[in-house]
């Protein structure tokens, strides 16, 4: 399987290139165009976790997710696939496969709309972080991966990684992904409650432990209120 | 030493169009796409093939008029850009061939260019997109526009294109319009335009344009952030639970 990433920044797209017998998963709705044998399937993802916690939990959290599985069948083959909003893709190894690129390989917890597209070694979860995530205000379910490939990650505008050794404060609205060896709690910004709100910052990640955190320029949700805010009224 | 006739800039995010028009010669620009001219340029909105034409045209999505930008006596230099931001690509009909063009994105052409629309019928891309496509024929460059950057690719045998990301493709190609049932999110997902599986197949030897992203996804990413008109409790209860429902999407 080969791949690359076109028109960075602000309008990528994953061209992959499959050999006879191989696979890609992707989030439903990011194929954009594709060779005319491949054989697609889309399936409902729901959470892991059984019994009423587990589904408690699900429930709360909303966890489910359609990805889409792409087979070459027994000649090559190659599609394309794109995020649904303006902005870039980068991808990130896991496992060993992390390590032979030169990263730390650890698995991520990926935010539901930073998730486009995964090899087939790539373990796709739906995660749960607990009800703090719910009261960021951001999106509620996050996906947990793990196993060992690549996995492609889409950001709303550009997309940066920071080296957290220590602690480090984000923005909820602007994560796009963390390794799992960090930590987090969901926090004020300011030293007060109204300082926080009337700030602006409203609620913010506080990361703890070392590890690497993928962030995006732009806030999608600050984005949908500010344009969709002023949208003429739509009927209930 | 050659003069360059046209150039594009700042693609594939803000993609602008600079033409370079010899005295005396002509372009056809779709309206209201005229960003800046040289002074000795001038205007002349006309509905280009007659009224039929000029219907035809509205149908498929682009304005009525087309507008007509001619250097008198001198040189001078055109900056054409789309109404959305995106990517410009160019072609040139050699008269062996027409290209057709999903129905908003046409920017400009030379006059030795025709362009038509053509009905679709059900073979249309009916997955919310427009039932017209255009038709350029004839001989001369042609300019078109996309939302995101262009991919050009080159189909030899059999491809599948998502009917929303076709920009244009060369009609010595077959095309069907069908559904993918693999793709399909249809009973699993409502009120989104798209994500129903349709797509085109081509078939033959020719190019495809298609487009990085779709209008319509950031349609469907702002819709849960309209306001909402409450007549009553229930009916406000309701779309209180329709707007928590679209964060679970």
Redesign the interface.
């Known amino acids: 399987m080969e791949f690359d990433l ?2 960075r920044p ?4 994953v061209h992959v290139s499959l050999s006879p017998h191989e696979e890609i998963l992707a989030e ?2 990011a ?12 399936t ?1 993802r729901k959470g892991k976790g059984g019994g009423i916690l587990g589904g408690l939990k699900r429930m709360l959290a ?1 966890e ?1 997710i ?1 990805l ?1 599985t792409f087979r070459s069948g027994n000649s090559p083959g190659d599609l ?1 696939l ?1 995020p ?3 902005g870039d893709v980068c991808h990130v190894g896991i496992g060993s496969t992390g390590s032979a690129l030169g990263g730390s390989g650890s698995g991520l917890v990926v935010q539901s709309t930073g998730y486009l597209a995964s090899t087939p070694g790539v373990v796709v979860d739906l995660g749960f972080q607990g009800l703090k995530s719910f009261f960021s205000g951001e ?2 379910f996050w996906l947990d991966i793990s196993g060992d490939g690549v996995v492609f990650l889409s950001s709303f505008g550009a997309i940066y990684e920071i080296e957290v050794d220590g602690s480090y404060v984000v923005d909820t609205g602007h994560i796009v992904a963390f390794e799992k060896t960090l930590t987090f709690t969901v926090t004020k910004a300011g030293g007060s409650w109204l300082n926080a709100i009337l700030g602006g910052e409203g609620l913010v990640m506080r990361f703890q432990g070392h590890g690497k955190l993928y962030c995006q320029t732009h806030n ?1 949700g600050a984005f ?2 500010l ?3 002023q ?6 | 030493m050659t003069v360059e006739t046209y150039r594009i800039d700042h693609a594939p995010a803000y993609a602008g169009l600079t033409l370079q028009l010899k005295a005396g010669e002509t372009m056809v620009v779709e309206s209201g796409a005229m960003a800046t001219m040289d002074s000795c340029i001038t205007l002349k909105s006309k509905m280009k093939g007659g009224l039929l034409q000029g219907l035809g045209r509205m149908l498929g999505g682009e304005s009525l008029f087309l507008s007509e930008f001619t250097a008198e006596g001198r040189p001078g230099q055109l900056y054409v850009c789309p109404g959305v931001p995106g990517d410009i690509e160019h072609y040139c009909l050699d008269g062996s061939r027409s290209l057709l063009i999903q129905s908003s994105g046409f920017v400009a052409a030379r006059p030795t260019v025709t362009i038509d629309t053509q009905f679709q019928g059900m073979k249309g891309f009916f997955s919310g997109e427009s039932l017209f496509l255009l038709r350029a024929t004839g001989t001369g460059d042609i300019w078109f526009s996309s939302f995101g950057g262009i991919l050009e690719v080159p189909v030899t045998g059999d491809y599948v294109v998502d009917t929303g990301y076709i920009v244009a493709f060369e009609d010595s190609l077959n095309y069907s319009v069908e559904m993918l049932g693999g793709l399909s999110l249809q009973g699993l997902r409502t009120g989104i335009l798209g994500g129903d599986g349709l797509v085109c197949r081509f078939r033959g030897q020719g190019k495809v344009w298609i487009q990085t992203r779709r209008l319509h996804n950031l349609i469907n990413f702002l819709e849960p952030f309209r306001p909402v008109k409450s007549s009553d409790s229930l009916t406000s209860g309701f779309s209180l639970l329709k707007f928590l429902g679209s964060f679970f999407r």
């Open positions: 076109l028109k602000d309008s990528t797209v439903a709705g194929m954009v165009a594709m060779s005319g044998h491949l054989q697609a399937e889309t409902l909303g489910s359609f889409s394309y794109a649904k909003l303006m999106s509620i999608a949908g209120q344009v969709g805010s949208l003429p009224a739509r009927e209930a």
